[in-house]
């Protein structure tokens, strides 16, 4: 995560309380909106529509966040406006598997074909955009190192730098945090287990959206989705060492934030 102080950004205590989290509506999303529910006094969620092949992704975001608004009451008061940007031009631009019906495969790049050229880069401009005319400060996504062999714009330091052009380039002092960039996908259930408990890895389970194949019908332990897809793969095995482990929540220190209740 970033160190710089949340005091400092713009020189405005209220914008230190706040977040605009990058939410697809996928598991690691998932946990970061809840991540910033229990930190910041104020959290608003970005989406992009950039053409994704399933329509799937963009209504797994709306029933996460009506279930965690709806389970979790204490995060609800600070659950913000939903936005979502129209970034087709992008998406026809950077083509993937994720934007065109091609074969999911590794490229003579030596990157899968479901990476889109410079997603996260872009997202992050018009995040901070939409964070600046919205008074936030901490940029929050779910990146992490995990996907370094396939995404490179996930990697720290790709991260750090696109902070820094950020600020110079907008006059800020915005924070790019990363609450997942260190975790295992396995840790990244224990996270969510520690923030919310089962309520909240029940509701990850049941609601958010992982499959490159849009897949939506057959409801596993660990979600929805095709099974095969990497994204799946994925997942599923992260699910797996998790609850074979004894489904124990990741420790504070880790955590960094205490977690919430349920109700119902």
């Known amino acids: 995560m970033s160190t710089i102080s949340y005091s400092t950004i713009a020189g405005d205590p209220a914008r230190a309380k ?15 909106l809840a ?6 006094d104020r959290v608003e969620t970005v989406g992009f529509d950039y053409g994704q092949r399933h329509v799937i992704e963009m209504e797994a975001r ?30 026809a631009v950077a083509q993937s598997a994720l934007t065109a019906d091609v074969a999911i495969e590794m490229t003579e790049r030596g990157l899968p074909s479901t990476f889109v050229p410079g997603r996260n880069l872009v997202f992050l401009i018009y995040a901070a955009a939409l964070a600046d005319r919205r008074g936030l400060g901490a940029l929050v996504g779910g990146m992490c ?42 840790q990244t259930w224990a996270l969510a287990k520690t923030l919310g408990g089962e309520a909240l890895v029940d509701l990850i389970v049941v609601e958010s959206h ?13 979600g929805h989705g095709c099974g095969e897809c990497p994204a799946c793969d994925l997942r599923q095995k992260g699910y797996e060492e998790w609850d074979a ?3 124990i929540p990741l420790p504070s220190p880790l955590a960094g934030e205490d977690g919430g209740e349920a109700v119902g």
């Open 35 to 40: 991540w910033a529910l229990g930190r910041y």
């Open 145 to 186: 190192e995990t996907d370094f062999s396939g995404y490179p714009d996930c990697r720290r330091d790709t991260l750090d730098a696109m902070q820094l052009a950020l600020n110079l380039g907008m006059d800020r002092d915005f924070s790019v945090e990363t609450p997942l960039m260190k975790l295992t996908k396995a």
């Open 210 to 222: 992982t499959c490159y194949q849009g897949e939506r019908g057959e409801l596993h332990a660990w």
């Open 245 to 247: 482990g004894g489904r």
């Open 18 to 32: 706040t977040a605009l989290v990058l939410f697809s509506g996928g598991q690691d999303s998932s946990v970061c």
């Open 62 to 91: 709306v029933d996460v966040r009506h279930q965690i608004a709806t389970r979790f009451p204490q995060w609800a008061e600070r659950l913000g406006e939903d936005h979502v940007l129209d970034l087709k031009g992008f998406g």
